[in-house]
């Protein structure tokens, strides 16, 4: 074991080569470039599962640095923190442990689509990252900025496929490993923007990847460029917050971590977050100004579900657009105006912001701007997060065309999982749609690809029912033990023991299935309509572990399941069906273009050609691939079986 070390020393230069003699010292299973929200994931994930993992990126200090909004979590996003958490992930733990406002979106709607969320402070929350990285066992850690992969000859087994086994560093230093994970965000030919300036730059105050993005093109990667941006900052004490309508947080905070009971601070003590609206002002100096304003005119995609103000005015004119105004941390002097992400030039900011009620008297300390980057198609890579073009090198977070936090961690801990998985020449842990929301984002990913920003929502999931975050320990937690090692034993026993209880809990419900009659003449102080959503209060009355009762989580649990028993019986069979499609695999050495055995369209062949899919499920998903081209390729695999 090696002790996570952080060293500024350099490691003895090496001759670039792809001759296999070569001296191939110093030599880690896995390299993990960029210490981001999916680097992170990345690199303790292969720690966890026994690889000796270096982790390189620029600075040390942005280790765990949120580039954009002080918050974790949301729609969608906070079941991909529980599926992190269930797989030992780290943000829903340092989270828990950062958080100054925590609050569960969707509370109106049922369990499955609730959206955990929290206003994190982002000091602590990298200082807390840090500490944790810095102490992960197999884990080391070096500063570096990395221009160029190391490749080797094809394996036999594999002709055709040149195979990574290291990089190179800025300074001409080389380092060798068995796989090697990129997870570079939006620092490959990073360029920001502030009204007509624009300058190369992967994030304000950070050089931008060159050398690394000109050696994926060399490759034959196919790269797309996209555009993101962030709102300006405003000093806190220039806020009039005595005008806006408050937003307290929950009393009590739900965790995002499976291993925690309560957060760090009481709900008392958190911060709350204030209400304002755009108006017809700023609509008119948006609109007035759009000649300075290069990022708007750029024709390259932003965020559809996080835009910047221009493209709001511009898609939704004469309507008030909420912005939120929120703390960046327990002693930040600065305000977050969530949904302001602007690129005008920088004194036309503070005139927009200062005509927003509340803000009239706003200071501006960090301008807003817009990044544009590259990203590589993400169907370039399977399910397991590795590139068809090289093998043993995995892309991972918003490299591969996502925006978020969550997006990056949730591809991060699959990209670190599958990289050690491959040293030790194991089967890939792949996650299913029907499985958890981390396998509907990969295969969105790996069969459709984007041409926008890809954020996660509920709506993209098939099976929310039975996808909820209460119960992403019992979907994930066991087979991340078993298929990929990169689970604890103490939260493997923790999940086979909440396992084991809502089973208990549910048929001991079910063997107390009465008429409501019934019902009132036993227990008459429970008042129930139906012998579904059994309110599991009505377990006190049967002999049954006094434990499971204690456990506030896993009674909320148990009543979510029976809430939904009749649907999630239904969807269990669907999930069946659709399982047996997703194990259908197609042969890997497969040439769609010149097979000659099945009947498909020439569209339907490129396409098949361009995403190679894994299984019958995957290739269904891809547009233009029709049923009637599926029902052929299903003859087809099955007479090859
Ligand atoms: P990052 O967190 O960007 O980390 C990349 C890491 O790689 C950095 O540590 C960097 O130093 C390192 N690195 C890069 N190249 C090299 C190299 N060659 N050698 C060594 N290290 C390298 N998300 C939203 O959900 N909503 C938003 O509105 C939003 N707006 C954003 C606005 C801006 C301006 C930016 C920059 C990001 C925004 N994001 C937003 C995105 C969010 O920050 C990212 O999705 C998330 O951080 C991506 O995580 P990542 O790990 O892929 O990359």
């Known amino acids: 074991w090696v002790a996570a070390s952080f060293t500024k020393q350099q490691f003895p230069l090496a001759r670039l080569s792809s001759d296999s003699a070569a001296p191939r010292t110093p030599h880690f299973d896995v390299i993990v470039i960029g210490g981001g929200h999916a680097g992170t994931e990345a690199a303790t994930a292969a720690a966890r599962c026994g690889s000796q993992t270096l982790l390189l990126t620029h600075r040390v200090d942005t280790i765990g640095q949120m580039s954009c909004n ?96 290291g990089v190179v560093l800025v300074d001409g230093s080389t380092v060798y490993a068995e796989s090697v994970i990129l997870t570079t965000g939006t620092f490959l030919r990073g360029m920001i923007v502030i009204g007509l300036e624009m300058h190369p730059a992967g994030r304000l105050g950070d050089q931008p990847s060159i050398g690394l993005a000109q050696t994926l093109e060399k490759l034959g990667f196919v790269v797309g460029r996209l555009k993101t941006g962030t709102p300006p900052r405003i000093a806190k004490d220039s806020i009039n917050f005595s005008i806006l309508n408050k937003q307290t947080p929950d009393n009590p905070s739900v965790p995002f971590s499976f291993t925690n009971e309560t957060v760090w601070i009481k709900p008392e003590d958190q911060l709350p977050c204030y ?90 300390i960090q301008p807003g701007y817009g ?110 033990y078993k298929d990929a090692g990169c689970v604890s034993q103490q939260r493997y026993e923790r999940a086979c023991w909440m396992k084991s209880s809502l089973e208990e809990g549910i048929s001991v419900l079910k063997f107390i299935e009465f008429s409501s009659s019934k019902w009132k003449n036993l227990i008459p102080e429970v008042s129930i309509s139906t012998s579904r959503s059994l309110p599991v209060s ?70 098949l050609h361009f995403s190679r899919p894994q299984t019958i499920g995957a290739a269904s998903r891809i547009p233009g691939v029709t049923p009637a081209a599926i029902i052929n390729l299903l003859r087809f695999v099955k007479t090859t079986q």
């Open 70 to 165: 002080p918050s974790f979590g949301g729609i969608g996003k906070g079941h991909l923190m529980r599926e992190v958490d269930a797989l030992d992930g780290l943000c829903s733990r340092i989270c828990d442990q950062s958080g100054v406002h925590y609050k569960v979106l969707n509370r109106r709607k049922g369990p499955a689509v609730w959206g955990l969320r929290a206003q994190i402070d982002r000091k602590l929350y990298k200082q807390n990252m840090q500490k944790e990285i810095l102490n992960t066992p197999l884990l080391t850690v070096q500063e570096g900025a990395v221009e160029d992969l190391i490749l080797t000859e094809p394996e036999p087994e594999h002709t055709g496929k040149c195979r990574v086994s």
């Open 275 to 364: 209400l304002t609206h755009t108006n017809p002002r700023v609509d008119e100096i948006v609109l007035k100004n759009l000649h300075l304003n290069s990022h708007v005119k750029e024709t390259t995609r932003g965020p559809r579900y996080c835009p910047s103000i221009e493209s709001k005015v511009l898609r939704f004119p004469n309507r008030l657009h909420q912005v939120w105004l929120e703390p960046e941390g327990m002693d930040s002097d600065l305000i977050y105006p969530q949904g302001l992400s602007v690129t005008l030039p920088a004194e036309l900011q503070e005139k927009m912001i200062t005509c927003i009620r509340g803000l009239e008297k706003a200071k501006v």
């Open 371 to 480: 990044v544009q980057y590259d990203y590589l198609d993400p169907r370039q890579i399977t399910p397991s997060l590795e590139t068809h073009l090289v093998q043993r090198l995995f892309f991972a977070g918003q490299i591969n065309g996502t925006t978020g936090y969550e997006e990056a961690a949730a591809q991060g801990v699959i990209a670190g999982i599958n990289a050690s998985l491959r040293v030790s020449r194991k089967p890939p842990f792949v996650v299913s749609r029907t499985e958890g929301y981390i396998g509907v984002l990969i295969d969105d990913l790996t069969t459709l690809g984007t041409s926008e920003p890809y954020r996660m929502f509920t709506s993209r999931v098939e099976f929310r029912l039975s996808l909820r975050p209460d119960n992403a320990d019992i979907r994930l937690t066991l087979r991340g």
């Open 538 to 607: 009505i377990l006190k009355y049967f002999t049954i572990d006094k434990d499971l009762l204690c456990n506030n989580t896993l009674c909320e649990f148990i009543n979510h399941q029976t809430t939904y028993e009749s649907v999630l019986f239904h969807q269990l069979q669907e999930i069946k069906g659709v399982q047996q499609d997703e194990a259908l695999q197609l042969p890997k050495d497969i040439d769609y273009l010149t097979i000659r055995d099945v009947s498909l369209s020439h569209e339907v062949r490129e396409k």
